[in-house]
């Protein structure tokens, strides 16, 4: 059954670097998420892409982040200058259409900020 | 503002027992409303939505435009019950989910 993939698992980074997550969409999906859970609170969604654009952002998702598709498999959530707080789990999702609901959740990336 | 809040940060039964998530949600339009579930070391994987009415593993739950209520529940849990579960919105026209914190529930023998 085909799975969405993230890669690292856990990526450790010193405050003010940058760092890429990576995610493997599943194939034939068209919508892109991604979401990060802070240690011990909720889910939040940070942002959507869809046909090569952000469909929708939280406020949470300010210009220290970027997600760009750089080809016809990745998908990737740039952190630009990494704060503290930024240390979270990062979840990467893929659905077929708005109308299928239901969002496919990639193992997460530990990103961990130093 | 949207809003999903689980009561709950923790629910402990024994085998057999019934069990009620309890999740209520603050939204002005049609919202679509899912049960997430991440067992341990998994990933967060649907459980159930409410447009499809179906029942799995056991668990049903039914939306409550009235209470704006999304509850889950199972008659007799088992121990492979025990995870996180996460209730969910989606907004009319939306793509994002608005998640709860969650619920642990822990059934034991």
């Known amino acids: 059954e085909p799975e969405v993939t993230q890669t690292p698992s856990h990526q450790v980074t010193q405050m003010g670097q940058e760092v890429i997550l990576r995610c493997v969409p599943i194939s034939n999906h068209l919508y892109f998420y991604w979401y990060r859970q802070i240690l011990g609170q909720k889910v939040e969604f940070l942002v959507s892409f869809y046909n090569n654009e952000i469909s929708e952002k939280s406020e949470i998702f300010d210009d220290q982040f970027s997600v760009e598709r750089p080809d016809g498999s990745n998908f990737t959530l740039k952190i630009r200058s990494t704060k503290l707080e930024d240390s979270a789990m990062y979840f990467c999702a893929s659905n077929a259409g708005l109308a299928v609901g239901e969002q496919f959740f990639g193992p997460g990336t530990r990103l961990t900020v130093l | 503002a949207q809003r999903v809040t689980q009561p709950e940060k923790l629910l402990s039964v024994f085998k057999g027992a019934p069990v009620e998530l309890k999740c209520n949600y603050s939204?002005?339009?049609?919202?679509?409303l899912f049960w997430y579930v991440q067992y341990s070391r998994q990933r967060l994987q649907l459980l159930l939505r409410h447009i499809s009415r179906e029942s799995i593993k056991g668990f049903t739950a039914d939306l409550n435009k009235g209470e704006t209520s999304f509850h889950l529940k199972k008659p007799f849990a088992q121990e492979e019950d025990s995870a996180m579960y996460y209730c969910?919105?989606?907004?009319?026209?939306?793509?994002?989910?608005?998640f709860g914190k969650g619920t642990t529930l822990s059934v034991s023998s």
């Open positions: 939204y002005s339009g049609s919202p679509e």
């Open positions: 969910a919105l989606k907004k009319q026209a939306g793509t994002a989910l608005i």
